[in-house]
């Protein structure tokens, strides 16, 4: 009981970690067809600037954090024209080539800046220690993580749903020659997105370093991992991405708790078995 | 100028790139030997990849299938190399055509992300199965003579020439199947899949074919590598490999055999040159290199020429 009470728990924000790093890649890749390998590298991104933020320049890790986010956010806006631009249009041979490529400098910038050492994040007291709810106690960080998980969908769900920008997107994304015929501004969508997208995945690093801790080979290391949860989502499904995420979380840390000699076996398998059977993902549209 | 000429020359070619390489770099042998077997890794890469289209990230799966098997074979059946070899191409093939059923099917990124999940179910498998694989430790064996006559000495000497002269079969083996009625198809899969099957082609057991082809040629890469280092550790099932791999072929250009050719050993050059210099910051290096082809030769270094010339001609 109480070890289904921890895989629930932990899987759950594990879950939500991955949708919030994920779930920008997402929409950036069916917004814009393309295949980027670099997102982890906004994720790695926020986690270091925030021990930056932290250690060099001695904030609090509540100033720390939504600086390190915008710095990230500041930062995709002229990697997206410059870096990614120019390789919509590419093919995706060629694009796997450039995101490995800008994942290769964000690695190297962020080991010649910080050290190959792990970047450890040091949560503020309420954040860490144990939470009693009266039955059990748990880890308070993960409470926070699934509360910031559940923030990030509610407002991701208004965002998309409920305002003018939302009816872009959602018009660029399902159908982006018409949405420019009838002026939206497409290429500004795009930028917007991808920085949002940025940013989200700089509070998933930020989020998640107790779990993916933060060091310089982060964006390789976790690739996989961020590409699979879009994947089985569904490229550009939100609400995909959130089950593929929850599931696939709560999956992994199960087998880590009861079959710890599989390894990632169950992960993989299941992505197999979901990509086998529907091969957009879960909630994925057909792209032919 | 006739195909058969133009294969008999590019041999000449690659032989003659290979006595530079051993005359000239002899203290290198074993980085030169890793460049060859990686040459025919990445020639298995562009048959399926360059050729049919069938892009993957996860090609390692049927180059450490490969290692393994030559490994097993070796301590358990028998150690002569050249049957290790055709161990190895049996086992990279049936992992090919076993994941292929299901990766077949696929396309675009959903293809890329099974590929990389069949690698890393083989990885965890082999990790579990330590027993057969060594695990975490690795699977060491001493490989007999080859052709019952050459020792593999300590300096490299005949791992080098052997892997060369596998380099070089399967140069000739690839020319031949790219350019037979087979080979045609597949760059007509490549092209247009609805044509090809417009005009009758199975495209579906076609691509299945020429994957447990490609996997065989991975095997036969795998296998090779195991016998010139006597060891089979879990990183031959390494995302690293499959994703080096890929951008080997893509930085060289796809499709024409010779872009693998090139790409793996400017990529592998760089590399180790950069890593040597300075062992913290190599990756900018590679990055940069990587970024400045594919905005400036997105076809790959095979397409500079003609790049080149194009620019004259303005």
């Known amino acids: 009981m109480s070890t289904l009470f921890s895989i629930v728990i932990d899987g759950v924000a594990y879950g939500m970690v991955l949708f919030t790093i994920s779930v920008g890649l997402s929409v950036t890749m069916g917004l814009m067809r393309i295949v980027n390998l670099a997102h982890g590298g906004f994720a790695l991104l926020g986690g270091a600037f925030t021990h930056w933020a932290m250690t060099g320049l001695g904030l609090p890790f509540l100033a720390a954090a939504p600086l390190a986010i915008a710095m990230v956010m500041l930062l995709s806006l002229p990697m997206e024209r410059l870096l990614y631009r120019p390789i919509y249009k590419m093919g995706e041979l060629q694009q796997v080539l450039a995101t490995i490529g800008i994942t290769f400098l964000i690695i190297a910038s962020v080991n010649w800046w910080l050290g190959s050492t792990l970047q450890s994040i040091q949560l503020p007291a309420f954040m860490s220690g144990a939470v009693n709810l009266g039955l059990r106690t748990l880890p308070t960080q993960r409470v926070y993580v699934i509360i910031a998980g559940l923030l990030v969908i509610c407002g991701l769900y208004i965002l998309i749903e409920r305002t003018r920008f939302g009816i872009k997107l959602r018009a660029a994304v399902d159908f982006p020659g018409t949405a420019a015929c009838l002026g939206i501004d497409t290429s500004k969508i795009f930028l917007i997105t991808f920085a949002l997208g940025a940013g989200l995945a700089a509070l998933g690093g930020i989020l998640g370093a107790e779990i993916l801790p933060i060091e310089a080979y982060y964006p390789l290391r976790y690739m996989v991992l961020f590409l699979t949860v879009v994947a089985v989502g569904g490229m550009g499904s939100i609400t995909g991405s959130f089950l593929a995420a929850l599931g696939l979380g709560i999956l992994d840390t199960a087998t880590r708790y009861l079959l710890p000699d599989f390894g990632t076996v169950f992960f993989y398998f299941a992505m197999i078995l979901v990509l086998g059977i529907r091969p957009n993902g879960l909630l994925g549209k057909s792209l032919s | ?314």
């Open chain 2, 1 to 314: 100028m006739s195909h058969t000429l133009k294969t008999a020359l590019g041999v000449i070619a690659l032989i003659a790139l290979a006595a530079v390489g051993y005359f000239g770099l002899a203290d290198n042998l074993a980085f030169m030997t890793q460049v060859v077997i990686m040459m025919i890794f990445v020639l298995s890469l562009d048959y399926v990849l360059g050729y049919a289209g069938i892009s993957t990230l996860g090609h390692a799966a049927m180059f450490g299938t490969g290692a393994y098997a030559a490994a097993i074979f070796a301590t358990s059946v028998s150690s002569d190399p050249i049957l290790g070899i055709l161990a190895g191409a049996v086992a990279g093939g049936a992992i090919a055509l076993l994941s292929g059923f299901v990766l077949m099917r696929a396309h675009g990124l959903t293809l890329l992300m099974l590929s990389i999940a069949v690698t890393e179910v083989l990885h965890e498998l082999a990790n579990k199965y330590s027993g057969i694989t060594g695990g975490a430790d690795g699977l060491s064996f001493t490989p007999g003579p080859i052709l019952g006559r050459f020792e593999f000495d300590f300096a490299g000497h005949i791992a080098y020439i052997y892997s060369v002269c596998l380099l070089l079969l399967v140069f000739i083996k690839l020319r031949v199947l790219t350019a037979s009625p087979f080979g045609l198809a597949a760059r007509g899969i490549r092209e247009s899949q609805a044509r090809m099957r417009a005009i009758g082609t199975p495209v579906y057991w076609r691509m299945l074919l020429i994957y447990t082809f490609g996997g065989a040629f991975a095997g036969v890469a795998g296998a090779l590598s195991a016998q010139t280092t006597a060891l089979v550790s879990l990183s031959v099932y390494d995302f690293q490999l499959s994703a080096g791999a890929v951008l080997m072929l893509i930085l060289g250009g796809t499709g024409q055999l010779w872009g693998a050719i090139l790409g793996t050993m400017v990529y592998m050059t760089v590399h180790q040159i950069a890593s040597s210099v300075d062992p913290f910051n190599w990756l900018f290096i590679i990055g940069a290199m990587v970024l400045i082809v594919v905005y400036l030769v997105p076809n790959g270094l095979m397409a500079l020429p003609a790049l080149l010339l194009r620019w004259r001609r303005k």
